[in-house]
């Protein structure tokens, strides 16, 4: 009885997803073959590792960690089903091929409570830790955001329609062991039809502190939003503050070049600052987060111009 309830859910979500992915992409996305694990095996994953407990707790969902077929894994188990989640499949298989995403396994659409999806293993875990305890050396973060400003880069421009992430921030990066920069969470992505340079959307979604001021006004999302959201990320790599400051946004604050960077920085290992990298890397910061849209550069402007050691 069990076996033919999750066989039903998982036909059900299989067409759900064939859905998503044709209106998202209309029925021109790469035909990236997804694989499908079962909830026994997804189960059993996770018993296996040995530590059980959540990486991140989101609303809508969990990430954990686990052993399949011998190797570790990411989980990312979500509480229900729903259109941003077969929208996080689909868009995540598609940037797979990227350096810069964390590369989606495989999902499995038999669990009840909701799909999970399961990803590389990336084994530093989540950029938002590392800058709150201010772990990471000057020349890391700057690579963190060259590898960043590349995946949101080939996000707006290799696929048929620009494709907007809407919630770039540092709970949504991992670092592998060579803190190589991988994006994750695509649920929240919305495409700009085509032949338009907007797309309208009654929901705001996104996380506060990173959110363009435009869109919150106008409700229109734009590859613009993006890039605002690039520029608060890289203040928040330069300076290791998190992005509103009581009721000051990070933007505000970072009037004095020198007086902006992370303490913390300046003291691991007694790494250099190259003074005219952190100048060039918080002018492109403060562009990107022009309060009107067309003061800010396109993100394959942004990409070239993000300093690199």
Not at 6 to 34: A, M, V, W
Not at 50 to 76: A, C, N, S, T, Y
Not at 81 to 98: F, K, L
């Amino acid at each position: 009885m069990a076996m033919r309830r999750h066989s039903k859910i998982s036909l059900d979500r299989g067409s759900e997803l064939l859905e998503e992915r044709i209106r998202f992409c209309d029925g021109r996305c790469r035909p990236n073959p997804i694989r499908n694990f079962s909830a026994d095996q997804i189960c059993k994953a996770i018993e296996d590792y040995r530590e059980i407990h959540p990486i991140q707790i989101q609303i809508d969902f969990q990430w954990k960690r686990g052993v399949l077929d011998g190797r570790l894994v990411f989980i990312k188990v979500y509480a229900s089903g729903g259109q941003e989640v077969y929208r996080d499949i689909v868009v995540s298989s598609q940037m797979s091929s990227h350096n810069n995403a964390l590369k989606l396994l495989g999902c499995c659409l038999e669990i009840p409570e909701g799909p999970a999806l399961v990803y590389e293993y990336a084994e530093n875990g989540c950029l938002n830790s590392h800058i709150r305890y201010g772990s990471l050396p000057w020349g890391t973060r700057l690579k963190i955001a060259k590898e960043i400003a590349s995946a949101v880069t080939y996000l707006h421009t290799a696929f048929p329609r620009p494709i907007i992430h809407r919630d770039i921030k540092p709970e949504n990066i991992f670092l592998n062991k060579n803190q190589a920069a991988k994006l994750v969470d695509f649920s929240c992505s919305i495409s700009i039809p085509e032949g338009k340079s907007k797309a309208g959307d009654d929901h705001l979604i996104g996380t506060c502190g990173f959110l363009d001021p435009e869109y919150l006004m106008t409700n229109f999302v734009t590859e613009k939003t993006d890039v605002f959201s690039f520029g608060v990320l890289l203040l928040v790599l330069l300076t290791g503050r998190a992005p509103l400051q009581g009721e000051i946004h990070l933007i505000e604050y970072v009037d004095r070049v020198n007086e902006a960077v992370d303490p913390m920085i300046r003291g691991n290992g007694g790494e250099a600052i190259d003074q005219q990298q952190l100048e060039a890397a918080i002018e492109l910061a403060l562009r990107c987060t022009s309060a009107s849209g067309e003061d800010r550069p396109l993100m394959i402007e942004v990409a070239k111009r993000t300093p690199a050691n």
